[in-house]
C-alpha cells in the first residue's frame, strides 16, 4: 500500500537537492565513479563467484562511513542509508557478475581475466550505485527516505541471484516500499534514457528433448526409426500450439538454436537432441503452453516408433513495471535531464532476474543510453567488443539520485 500523498508531499519539502546540485555533486566525484569502473571491468568474476567483487563493494561503502552486510545471498552485498525521520525505505539494486567472453578490446582498463569479462555492463551497474552511495551519504539528512543499496551476484546465471536474495530477506527487515534499477542500453546513445509501465520483459524457459530411435544404414531406412526426422517435425509443428491456443495479446517466442544428431551422409543416427527457448509474458500460458508441448513431443515420437525425454529448466519470470513506480521514475528522469532525453522503451522478449523481485515488490527497471554517437559501431551486450561512452556512468549516478530525492 502505498503512503497518503500527504505525506509524500512532506517528504519531498525536507530535500533540496536540484538537479543542478545533483549534476555537481555527480561531477565532483566522476573520477572516482570512472576508477570503480575501471577496477571492476579489470577484474571480472563469474556468476556466484563474485568473491572479490564483494569484497570491494563492502570495503567501498565502509570507507563511505555506510552500514553493510556481505555475503547476503552468496556473494551480495546490502548497504543501509537511513534518513533522519521515517520509516519508509527504497530499494536501488545492481548486479556484479560477468560473463564468460573473451574480450576482444583494446582498451587501458582491458578485463585481465582470460575468458571473462564484464561484456553485459554490470560493471558499469555496480560503479553507478556506489556513486550514488557516496552522495547520498553525503546528504543522507537530506534523504526524503532511507535507501537500501543491494547488489546482487548471479544475473547471467539461472536460477538468478535475485532468488537468493529474496530468500536472504533482502526486501524485508527493512521492508521496501519499491525497487529500482536500471541497465545499460547501447542501442541507444549516451544522455538518453528509456522507461516503460507495465509489461517490459519476457520470462524464460530452455528446452531440452533427446530423441531415440533405431539407427542404421542410411540405404535402408526402412530398418530404420530415424531421430531426426522426429526433432524435424517438432522445429516444423510446434508453432501450432502457440497460433493455437496463446491467449490474445500475449507475446509469445518459441525458437529452436541447436539441433543434433552424430550420424553422416549414410549414416542414420539412434539419438537426437534438439535445444530451444519459450519467452511469454504470462505465467498462466507459460504453464499450458508446456502441458501442450510435452504431449505433443510425446505423440511425435510415438508415431514414429521412437521415444524422447524433455527436461525443461525453468528461467526467470516475466518483468511487470510497476505504473505508480514507474511515474515516479519518469518524472524524476525528465526533472533531472528533460522530456527530450527519456523515451518510450517497446516490448522485449529478452530476460532479466530482476523479474523475480516484481513478483515480490512494486518495481521499476529502466535503460540508460550508453552508445557512442561517434562510432560507426556500438556492440550490443553478450558482444567480446561490447563497452559504453564513458559519460554514461554520470547520466546512471543523476539518475538514481534524482529517484530517490524525488520517491
Known sequence: ????????????????????????????IQSRILAHRSYLHRY???????????????DTLKKMGIKYEKGVGGTGVVGYIEAPKGSRWI???????????????????????????????????????????????????????????????????????????????????????????LHVYPEMHVNNLGVRSGLYMASSDEIHLQF??????????????????????VILNAQNII???????????????????LGSTNVIPSECTLKGTLRTMDEAWRKEFFDRFTAFTQEVASRYGGKVHFNRVSGYPFLKNDPH???????ALVGQFG????????????????????????????????????????????????????GALSVGVEAMLAIVFNS
Open 325 to 331: 513506480v514507474t511515474s515516479i521514475v519518469k518524472e
Open 91 to 181: 530499494g536501488l539494486r545492481a548486479d556484479l557478475d560477468a560473463l564468460p567472453i573473451h574480450e576482444e578490446n583494446d582498451v587501458e582498463y582491458k578485463s585481465l581475466v582470460p575468458g571473462v569479462m564484464h561484456a553485459c555492463g554490470h560493471d558499469v551497474h555496480t560503479s553507478i550505485l556506489l556513486g550514488a552511495a557516496e552522495i547520498l551519504q553525503k546528504h543522507k539528512d537530506k534523504l526524503p527516505c532511507s535507501v537500501k543499496l543491494i547488489f546482487q551476484p548471479g544475473e547471467e546465471m539461472s536460477p538468478g541471484g535475485a532468488n537468493y536474495m529474496i530468500e536472504a530477506g533482502v526486501l524485508s527487515n527493512p521492508e521496501l516500499e519499491y525497487l529500482v534499477a
Open 44 to 58: 571480472p568474476e563469474l556468476s556466484f563467484q563474485e568473491h572479490n567483487t564483494m569484497l570491494f563493494v563492502a
Open 339 to 390: 522530456s527530450e532525453h527519456v523515451e518510450a522503451l517497446p516490448l522485449r522478449m529478452t530476460a532479466e532476474d530482476f523479474a523475480f523481485y516484481s513478483h515480490k515488490v512494486p518495481v521499476s527497471f529502466f535503460r540508460l543510453g550508453v552508445g557512442d554517437p561517434a562510432k560507426a559501431i556500438n556492440y550490443g551486450v553478450h558482444h567480446p567488443k561490447f563497452d559504453i561512452h564513458p
Open 243 to 261: 497460433d493455437e491456443f496463446h491467449p490474445e495479446g500475449v507475446p509469445t517466442v518459441l525458437s529452436f538454436g541447436r539441433i543434433e544428431g
Open 1 to 28: 500500500m502505498y503512503l497518503l500523498d500527504s505525506c509524500f508531499l512532506v517528504s519531498k519539502a525536507l530535500t533540496n537537492m536540484t538537479p543542478k546540485q545533483i549534476s555537481k555533486e555527480v561531477q565532483r
Open 212 to 233: 531415440e530411435g533405431v539407427g542404421g544404414h542410411g540405404a535402408l531406412p526402412e530398418n530404420c526409426v530415424n531421430p531426426l526426422s522426429m526433432a524435424a517435425e
